[in-house]
């Protein structure tokens, strides 16, 4: 028995194959008399090769006597479906090319119009290759012209991922339907000259969906090739209504109907149901025979079935008739044949109930399986372990969180345990099974630039460990928006106990000493003795935390930069927060460690004043901080900025050096700024100072002007002209967080 069935499933599958080939030939036949092929090509009516066998002069294909190409245009053709209406044919791709020292080998455009036929928006896509790339497709429509394009970035191959096209190393975008022309070109940011080892030019092109596949191989240097494309195509310029009043109307077959194509002009003819073949040839449409193939008919036995024009009925035999009834598909079965298939359907029903739960639970836990794997390969998680695989024991301090587990430690991300906002997050406060307190970082990622902040705040945190940075303890990349788990840092932001009135008063300057020299260690831990230096880069009183002891630790590196120790200094599109960002940096997009000691320097003016780095509530030459502190030391009026509290706890010397040492950070130019090594040490001298009462202040106010003032005219670490210019920040709002681009 089992023989006899699969022998019966190979006939049916051979007779669908014949019924397929069938179809194809039949819709493939060219006008009577004409040539039926060029090459692999078939060519059927209403396309020809000669004057006579094709309808009009669009549909004409020429064929190159020499190699047996069929081309429309000078477009070369790979098939033409009657079918679909569709035209598969190879199109040029533009390209650009540069040699090492960055100049232009050559710029090829790529025109392309394609006269009575379009451009299919559902079958293509418009791809640009290349690591320092831009890729634009423009088209005119009603004499005007239009574009769209993607750019395509990597610093090298390992960060591009075959298969991928989601902007590193290449990118695809979708176009308007309806086109009938397009100009493809592509440019270079740089002219390749960082990664002209690996990719010296540029592609773009449209090409059929399904058809490319990136690989890496693709961004080497070769020549121009044609890409596959599919076009669509219609027949004359009316629709069916006004088509049919013309002699000329091309649904030739009376069993064929016109049909309106939805987004571009002309008509279709299609055979009717029941019916296949060329419906533009005179008794093109044959009637399909569906008793020859039993998925086309609905009887239940083959011997049963009968053909028809365009359908087919089902005999069935005497003692399957009911009273009263008929042939055809209404046979009603005797009352013992009914208990028969009720029983059968029952027993089938409850199977397939089974099976269908069975099979909903397995592919949604596939599902749910692949979309966790989508989500850590789309948030960087491959290039996260090759980054954190080339430095050695990074891996084993950061442990890799499941969803399930940080949902429940956040109560499913409940708004009431969200403990603060940042730049690139949210953050809330969790605790995970063992009771331990935890803050989970949810990242805001939404293009590329922000999957490398993510990834390089991971990157950063995994090789620092010091007791005034916070600790990252894991992550988890399942989940569409990253996470990373931080140790808990109780006690809040310094910003919140320097600006907060009800903080501010109970704040002592020994314990602003005290944070600022823990603050000045961590940094100098950063750039002198971590395994590779780094810059914050976005040094602020917002992302220094405070625990139970108002013990400092740095935090928030989603903008810092790894040094290589033979590089004094990076060249980066400038990141950082408006009121703390270094004025040489700002200038000349060159980040040095001084831009962090520049940075440091404005949280100390904080320390000492009580007020915001950049407020524009305050008068226009107050607006930013430093430039305030800087004039007031000139014109020997710092002591009107100073907080009250701090001046009356009567630590004059530990003042006075306090001042001249946040001066000396704020100097215009980096090479007159200390070292963070140098303000640790000179912080930790201040905190060892003896202290020294201030006069009483109320009798001798102008004295303690003047010996502030004092104080402050000897620089030990050179002396620099202050020129910041507030210009720059007449145009901005005060939020805070400045960034141009994705610093890489």
């Not at 890496?216 to 004359?236: F, I, N, S």
């Not at 002309?266 to 009637?287: M, V, W």
């Not at 005034?468 to 990373?484: M, S």
């Not at 033979?566 to 270094?582: F, I, K, P, R, S």
């Amino acid at each position: 028995m089992g023989v006899l069935s699969k022998l019966l499933q190979l006939i049916s599958f051979i007779g669908v194959i014949q019924l397929i080939a069938m179809v194809a030939a039949a819709a493939a036949q060219p006008k009577p008399g004409c040539l039926e092929k060029c090459g692999n090509v078939t060519i059927p009516y209403p396309f020809g090769l000669s004057e006579g066998c094709y309808l009009e002069k669009s549909f004409n294909i020429r064929c190159n006597d020499s190699d047996l190409t069929a081309k429309t245009g000078n477009v070369l053709v790979t098939n033409i479906s009657i079918e679909d209406h569709e035209i598969h044919v190879k199109a040029r791709e533009a390209r650009d090319c540069y040699n090492a020292s960055g100049s232009i080998e050559f710029n090829n455009t790529t025109w392309f119009r394609a006269g009575k036929f379009t451009i299919s928006t559902t079958k293509n896509q418009f791809t640009v290759l290349g690591c320092d790339t831009a890729g634009i497709i423009r088209w005119e429509e009603n004499e005007k012209i239009y574009s769209t394009g993607c750019r395509s970035r990597c610093n090298d191959l390992s960060t591009a991922v075959n298969g991928s096209c989601s902007g590193v190393g290449c990118c695809n975008v979708e176009f308007p339907d309806g086109l009938k022309n397009y100009n493809l070109s592509v440019s270079s940011f740089k002219n390749h000259t960082n990664i002209w080892n690996f990719n010296p030019c540029s592609y773009a092109f449209i090409v059929e969906k399904g058809k490319f596949n990136f690989s890496t191989d693709y961004l080497q240097k070769r020549e121009r090739e044609r890409r596959p494309m599919v076009l669509d195509w219609a027949v004359g310029d009316e629709r069916c209504e006004e088509a049919r009043r013309k002699p000329n109307f091309a649904c030739q077959d009376q069993n064929s109907e016109c049909h309106d194509p939805k987004t571009r002009s002309g008509y279709q003819c299609k055979c009717k149901l029941g019916y296949q073949g060329n419906p533009y040839l005179p008794l093109g449409c044959q009637d399909i025979n569906e008793c020859e193939d039993a998925t086309l008919n609905k009887c239940k036995r083959a011997q049963d079935c009968e053909n028809t024009k365009g359908s087919h009925i089902c005999r069935c035999p005497k003692w399957y008739h009911g009273d009263g009834t008929k042939d055809g598909e209404g046979c009603a079965p005797d009352f013992v044949l009914m208990i028969q298939i009720a029983i059968g359907a029952g027993v089938g029903f409850i199977s397939l109930l089974v099976f269908s739960s069975w099979m909903y639970f397995v592919l949604k836990k596939r599902k749910i399986v692949k979309l966790r794997e989508k989500f850590f390969q789309q948030n960087g998680g491959l290039i996260l372990q090759q980054r954190l695989g080339q430095q050695e024991g990074s891996t084993e301090t950061v442990k890799i969180f499941t969803v399930d587990e940080l949902k429940k430690a956040t109560k499913n991300y409940d708004e009431s345990r969200i403990i603060g906002r940042g730049g690139f997050g949210t953050v809330y406060k969790g605790f995970l099974a063992d009771n331990k307190i935890v803050a989970i970082k949810k990242s805001r990622i939404e293009d590329e630039n922000q999957i490398e902040q993510f990834i390089n705040e991971v990157v950063v945190l995994s090789q620092i460990n010091h007791r005034h940075v916070v600790k990252l303890l894991g992550c988890c990349l399942e989940t569409q928006v990253p996470l990373l788990v931080y140790e808990f840092v109780s006690n809040g932001t310094l910003f919140k106990y320097i600006h907060q009135e009800s903080n501010a008063s109970t704040f002592p300057w020994e314990t602003r000493l005290r944070i600022a020299a823990e603050t000045s260690e961590a940094l100098w831990y950063l750039h002198s003795t971590a395994s590779i230096p780094i810059i914050h880069r976005d040094v602020k009183s917002t992302n220094i935390l405070l625990d139970d002891d108002f013990t400092a630790k740095v935090s928030d590196f989603g903008t810092s930069r790894l040094v290589p120790r033979d590089q004094a200094q990076l060249a980066t599109v400038v990141q950082g927060t408006l009121g703390y960002l270094d004025p040489e940096y700002l200038q000349t997009n060159q980040l040095t460690e001084k831009s962090d000691v520049y940075s440091f320097g404005v949280v100390l003016v904080e320390l000492l004043t009580g007020k915001e780095a950049l407020s524009f509530a305050r008068s226009e030459e107050q607006r930013s901080l430093a430039m305030y502190f800087i004039s007031s030391i000139k014109e020997e009026r710092l002591f009107e900025i100073l907080e009250n509290h701090i001046v009356a706890e009567g630590n004059k010397d530990q003042i006075q050096q306090f001042v001249e040492l946040a001066r000396s950070c704020l100097a215009v130019k980096g090479d007159e700024r200390p070292t963070m090594r140098e303000v640790a040490m000179e912080l930790e001298g201040i905190r060892k100072m003896q202290k020294h009462p201030w006069v009483n202040l109320e009798a001798n106010s102008e004295e303690v002007e003047y010996l502030l003032g004092e104080a402050c005219e000897a620089n030990k670490y050179g002396e620099s002209s202050i020129t910041i210019t507030t210009a720059y920040y007449h145009s901005m709002n005060d939020h805070g967080t400045y960034a141009l681009g994705d610093g890489r």
